[in-house]
């Protein structure tokens, strides 16, 4: 302070200086917002908008006008593929939420690596255990009857969520240890050696090789291992861990690109990345076929490829583009910021079948939606998924997220 100032000129400096101090601690928290990639919360915003709400909203209105050719194709893709049948858009839902967690992984790493200083795996560790024990806990209550808390009718494996935390612990250990090379290598390894175990290993009274729907190694494992607690289904979960850390790896390679910061050019590697893993899915198919219930390799390459090409056109659109494209993602970043919420709101079952969104959305949407002659289920549908929206907004704009 210079000699001779005055009581005004010391007081203007007083305040400056703490405007000052105020706009650094602005830019520091917008900062760590930026820390969040737009492509990766829309792509998970968008996976989340079809399973909770969206899927079901598009499939009502095609019924409602009346296009029937058009909304039997569409109501086809929005099913699960039988056993052998044709890959749709509905199998890709889960693989997709599996590879946007890898896609996320390295951002949240480098912050681990960054703050946790030479010893940051330690506390990377148990940060992995505990998401992992929370993800496997929250799909036994999804799915896996864990609130009846009767053991008979309780299954282990059975659940998204758990097939992310298979995908998560794999992945986490090589993003420890590894960085962009030791992850491809250690994604091809795990791929490789669940097709040598499906191809060359025999079970039971059945040859290696078998794969029908009832006959497999993965679900005869899965049997042998749960017994009881075994879900029922043809899905496999235990050997079917390779590929799920296979394809959250896929997602972890993609994600280290997008975080170098190299625009069309991520582009431009992402979009031969998809195009190789379709061709090498269906170069293989010969040998061993696209079966999503046990993730097969050419499935993980089939249903990876294409995440791998979303995730490319989404980081082209909402990362590369201007602000002007960048605005239309944030729908979708409402919903992806916090899909977990999303889906455990729309994904947990009451005693009568309804979801716990349908209990909250139904009493306020009922009245409206009953108005509309010939399209009550289109009203309730839309109501409800937009009513679950501005939930999310409020939270969005509160900075308030589910995380485990």
């Known amino acids: 302070m210079l000699q001779g100032e005055s009581t005004i000129e010391r007081a203007f400096w007083q305040v400056r200086k703490k405007s000052l101090t105020v706009g650094v601690r602005l830019c520091q928290n917008e900062a760590k917002d930026m820390n969040r990639i737009t492509s990766i919360d829309a792509l998970r915003g968008f996976d989340m908008l079809m399973l909770c709400g969206g899927a079901a909203t598009l499939h009502l209105l095609l019924l409602w006008l009346g296009d029937g050719e058009l909304n039997a194709t569409v109501a086809e893709q929005f099913r699960h593929a039988e056993w052998g049948g044709a890959f749709t858009c509905w199998d890709l839902v889960m693989p997709l939420f599996i590879f946007i967690t890898g896609a996320s992984m390295p951002f949240a790493f480098a912050k681990y690596r960054e703050k946790g200083g030479e010893r940051w795996r330690l506390g990377t560790t148990w940060r992995v255990v505990r998401r992992v024990a929370l993800l ?60 040598a175990l499906l191809r060359f290993v025999p079970f039971g009274d059945y040859p290696a090789g078998t794969m029908e729907r009832d006959h497999n190694l993965a679900l005869y494992l899965d049997q042998w291992l749960l017994g009881s607690w075994q879900d029922g289904t043809p899905y496999s979960w235990v050997l079917t861990a390779f590929s799920f850390g296979a394809l959250t790896l896929m997602g972890s390679v993609c994600g280290t690109l997008i975080r170098a910061r190299q625009g069309m050019r991520t582009v431009g590697v992402l979009v031969a990345v998809g195009a190789a893993c379709l061709g090498g899915a269906l170069l293989l198919e010969f040998d061993t076929p696209i079966v999503k219930h046990i993730y097969t390799t050419t499935a993980v390459l089939w249903s990876g490829g294409w995440c791998v090409l979303l995730l490319a056109l989404f980081h082209l659109l909402f990362d590369c583009c201007g602000k002007g494209v960048r605005v239309l993602a944030f729908p979708l970043q409402v919903i992806g910021c916090n899909a977990l919420l999303a889906y455990l709101l729309t994904e947990i079952h009451g005693p009568h079948g309804h979801s716990i969104w349908w209990g909250v959305a139904h009493p306020l949407v009922y009245g409206l939606s009953s108005q509309a002659e010939g399209a009550e289920a289109l009203v309730h549908a839309a109501l409800s998924l937009l009513l679950l929206w501005l939930v999310l907004l409020f939270l969005y704009r509160h900075k308030a997220y589910l995380r485990v």
């Open 136 to 195: 496997f806990v929250l799909g036994m209550l999804v799915q896996g009857h864990l609130a009846g808390a009767v053991a008979e009718h309780m299954s282990l494996f059975c659940n998204t969520l758990q097939a992310i935390a298979e995908g998560y612990l794999i992945a986490a250990v090589v993003l420890m240890f590894c960085k962009l090379r030791g992850q491809i290598i250690s994604c091809v390894f795990l791929m490789a050696v669940y097709w």
